[in-house]
């Protein structure tokens, strides 16, 4: 992370001038700065100069963060994360979650999406959670002759800081199974901004199961089939309307015929 701001208050009793460390209501700290965004973290800093992400989210609005503050034992810094925050970047539903312990594998699954993770995984205790998003968000930046079928992202929280986690110490298996995934599909990486990359490294598809290892919690992922686009005429190429149209009129002329011969025996 890099840190853009940090503060800490000093509150003197001028009666007896002895230090006051609560206060008797809370004051409004504000900051505006055009670093601050979606991401922008808070965090306590201890006299000993640990940080720990503050319990209470920062209200950010635009460029500007705001937090109340009831006591001065600790200092405060403002920071933008090098490890984003996917639940701001199109993939806002937690969907599963599970809490891993160090020497201790686990998996994590939902909507057809199981994440296994090995026992070496992470280094600390942390809440892994398999994130999603509406797979229209990702249909406008689909690259051409391709539909996003379904999305993934993580979010990954150290347990005993409260920071976001984006290097693995061992790759997690993520495998999809999707219905409208085949052996032409593609596994694409997703920026926050929402910018398609292709993957470096080409993913297992079998049937309809694709799996790939990930190490790193710096993008979302979405996997992509071949369009499908509907026929809008036959196979002669003839528009449908003027077809149906002159079958009607065949019908027509026929009954006529038919009505005729009836009416000569």
């Known amino acids: 992370m890099q840190?853009?701001?940090?503060?800490?208050?000093?509150?003197?009793?001028?009666?007896?001038?002895?230090?006051?460390?609560?206060?008797?209501?809370?004051?409004?700290?504000?900051?505006?700065?055009?670093?601050?965004?979606a991401d922008t973290e808070y965090y306590d800093i201890s006299p000993s100069g640990q940080y720990a992400l503050n319990p209470?989210?920062?209200?950010?609005?635009g460029t500007t963060l705001s937090h109340a503050i009831k006591a001065d034992t600790v200092a405060w810094a403002v920071a933008d994360p090098t490890v984003p925050d996917f639940t701001q970047h199109g993939f806002p539903n937690v969907i599963a979650k599970t809490t891993f312990t160090p020497g201790q594998a686990t998996s994590v699954s939902a909507n057809g999406i199981t994440v296994d993770i090995p026992a070496n995984t992470f280094s600390t205790p942390v809440t892994f959670?398999?994130?999603?998003?509406?797979?229209?968000?990702?249909?406008?930046?689909?690259?051409?002759?391709?539909?996003?079928?379904t999305d993934f992202?993580?979010?990954?929280?150290?347990?005993?800081?409260?920071?976001l986690v984006g290097k693995?110490?061992?790759?997690?298996?993520?495998?999809?199974?999707?219905?409208?995934?085949?052996?032409?599909?593609?596994?694409?990486?997703?920026?926050?901004?929402?910018?398609?990359?292709?993957?470096?490294?080409?993913?297992?598809?079998?049937?309809?199961?694709?799996?790939?290892?990930?190490?790193?919690?710096?993008?979302?992922?979405?996997?992509?089939?071949?369009?499908?686009?509907?026929?809008?005429?036959?196979?002669?190429?003839?528009?449908?309307?003027?077809?149906?149209?002159g079958g009607a009129v065949m019908v027509l002329a026929g009954l006529y015929l038919v009505v005729r011969k009836g009416a000569v025996h």
């Open 3 to 37: 840190t853009f701001a940090d503060f800490a208050f000093k509150v003197t009793e001028t009666s007896n001038n002895t230090l006051v460390t609560t206060f008797n209501k809370p004051v409004i700290f504000s900051i505006t700065n055009p670093a601050v965004n």
């Open 56 to 61: 209470i989210p920062a209200t950010i609005s």
């Open 129 to 149: 959670e398999l994130l999603q998003g509406p797979i229209a968000n990702f249909t406008a930046n689909a690259p051409s002759s391709q539909a996003p079928v």
């Open 153 to 163: 992202a993580f979010k990954v929280i150290n347990n005993q800081t409260g920071a």
């Open 168 to 245: 693995f110490n061992a790759a997690v298996i993520a495998k999809i199974t999707n219905s409208q995934i085949n052996s032409a599909s593609k596994y694409w990486d997703i920026t926050p901004s929402g910018t398609y990359q292709a993957n470096p490294i080409a993913p297992t598809i079998t049937g309809d199961t694709l799996s790939h290892p990930i190490d790193a919690a710096a993008v979302g992922w979405v996997i992509t089939s071949p369009a499908v686009h509907q026929a809008t005429s036959p196979v002669t190429g003839l528009p449908i309307a003027p077809i149906l149209g």
